[in-house]
């Protein structure tokens, strides 16, 4: 079993907040759109940490797929991931689908500056993985969840606004799928997909820091 986190850090060194991503259930931290995020970012003169999941390390290494039977060892890595980097009221955690979910669920507990997810499962990527999202209306931390609207994993005409705390935000990218990618009726191209979501992410980094 594989214990050490690898960060991959992007962006100055700053004395500001600092972004930790990770990746979804079969994707990996260097995918297209993790890359285009960070670098976009890091270019706005922001700090991006990313890791990836000993899970997802395991079944790489093994060319195995990867299945988890719920989000526990997840959430406890989140915390080992925040206890390394320190400082967690200068952190803000999230990323990519199920990241994204086991953020928010420590998030609270952690006391970190604020939660990132997109493409958020609201809708469970595995009939064997159950999702409790009972958590989202009781949330404290500040949270921005940007969304395709014809994300399969999440689609607007399944996400209700009333699951949610006050202190949580859902920006809707229209006529998008998973990864920002555009459906077929979209007139946007999936980069304006990309620009618009990282454009509310430096803005809601700019208000964490005020």
Do not use: C
Not at 53 to 61: A, I
Not at 150 to 173: A, E, M, Y
Not at 195 to 207: G, M, N, Q, S, Y
Request: no cysteine; aromatic share 8%; glycine share 6%.
């Amino acid at each position: 079993m594989i214990h050490s986190t690898t960060y991959l850090i992007n962006g100055i060194n700053n004395e500001g907040l600092s972004l930790v991503l990770s990746h979804g259930l079969h994707s990996r931290v260097n995918s297209p759109l993790m890359e285009k995020v960070t670098d976009d970012l890091a270019a706005h003169g922001f700090k991006v940490i990313r890791f990836e999941f000993p899970f997802m390390v395991e079944g790489r290494l093994h060319d195995a797929p990867v299945y988890i039977e719920n989000t526990e060892s997840l959430e406890s890595h989140w915390k080992k991931v925040v206890s390394e980097i320190g400082s967690p009221e200068k952190l803000v955690i999230g990323g990519k689908s199920i990241a994204a979910f086991a953020a928010t669920r420590v998030a609270d507990q952690l006391g970190v500056r604020g939660v990132i997810g997109m493409d958020f499962p609201f809708v469970s990527p595995d009939p064997d993985l159950i999702l409790d999202q009972s958590h989202l209306k009781t949330m404290n931390t500040p949270t921005m969840i940007i969304q395709g609207s014809d994300d399969p994993l999440g689609p607007s005409t399944k996400v209700d606004d009333s699951i949610f705390s006050h202190t949580t935000t859902l920006h809707w990218l229209e006529n998008a799928g998973h990864n920002f990618i555009p459906s077929e009726s979209s007139i946007r191209s999936h980069d304006e997909n990309i620009v618009d979501a990282i454009e509310w992410i430096a803005e809601f980094l700019d208000f964490l820091e005020q």
